[in-house]
C-alpha cells in the first residue's frame, strides 16, 4: 500500500496534471494540515482516492482558501481529528494542531488540553486492540511529539501526549508536518519504541 502524505506547503509538482506520474500508484492521501482545501482535493481527486486530514494551526487564515470562491466550504478531504477510522485495512486515528503560542483560539491547545483529546482517543484504541489485535498503525498529526522533530521556538514545541499515544498504542507510524524543513541534512524521519515518527514535509510517499 502506497500513501501521500502532504503538509504545509503547496507543492507545483502535485498541483500538476501529471501528479500521477511524479508520485505513481497512490491508494489513500493524508494531509497533516496548513494546506488549502482546493489543494488536497485536486490532489485527491486527480489521484482517484479518498483523503483523510487533520487541521493545521493556520487552518482559519489558509485551509479554506478557495481560489476561486472565497466562500467554498472544505469537500472531499474527511476530518479525522479525534477520530478513529479504518481505512482500506489500516487503522489510522488524528489530532489537529499545535501548541499554544498566541492568542487565537483555533486549532491552538495547551500540553494539558492536548493530554485531555488524546485520552479521548483511548477507548477507541483499546477496543480497536481487541478487535483487531493492534491498537492504531497511523497517528496522524499537525504538530510533531515533544523532542522529536519540534523547534526551539515557542510555535512549534511538541506535544508530550504524542510521546504516551505511541508508548501506549504502538502506531507503526506517527505522521506531522508543522515544521518547515529547509536543510537537506535536517533529521525527518526518527524511531522511537515500536513507532517511525516522519516529518512529511511538503510530501512524501510512505510504502506499508
Not at 470562491?69 to 482500506?88: S, T
Not at 504538530?143 to 512549534?156: L, T, V
Request: proline fraction near 7%.
Amino acid at each position: 500500500m502506497r500513501i501521500l502524505a502532504i503538509s504545509d506547503k503547496v507543492v507545483p509538482a502535485l498541483y500538476n496534471p501529471e501528479v500521477r506520474q511524479i508520485v505513481g500508484s497512490i491508494d489513500l492521501v493524508l494531509s497533516c494540515g496548513d494546506l488549502p482545501n482546493y489543494y488536497i482535493d485536486y490532489v485527491a481527486s486527480m489521484l482517484g482516492v479518498r483523503c483523510l486530514m487533520v487541521h493545521g494551526n493556520h487552518a482559519a487564515g489558509q485551509e479554506f482558501i478557495d481560489p476561486w470562491d472565497l466562500d467554498a466550504p472544505p469537500r472531499h478531504p474527511m476530518d479525522i481529528d479525534l477520530r478513529v477510522v479504518h481505512e482500506k485495512g489500516l487503522l489510522l486515528a488524528g489530532l489537529d494542531g499545535c501548541i499554544r503560542y498566541n492568542r487565537n483560539p483555533r486549532f491552538q491547545y495547551t500540553q494539558s488540553q492536548m493530554w485531555r483529546r488524546a485520552l479521548r482517543l483511548a477507548p477507541q484504541l483499546l477496543w480497536n486492540r481487541l478487535t483487531h489485535g493492534r491498537a492504531l498503525d497511523i497517528l496522524v498529526t499537525h504538530s510533531p511529539p515533544a523532542g522529536i522533530h519540534d523547534g526551539p521556538d515557542r510555535a512549534h514545541q511538541g506535544f508530550d501526549a504524542f510521546l504516551w499515544l505511541m508508548r501506549a498504542f504502538k502506531p507503526r507510524y506517527l505522521l506531522h508536518g508543522h515544521k518547515h524543513v529547509y536543510r537537506n541534512d535536517e533529521v525527518t524521519s526518527t524511531p522511537y519504541h515500536a513507532t517511525t515518527v516522519m516529518n512529511v514535509y511538503p510530501w512524501r510517499v510512505i510504502e506499508i
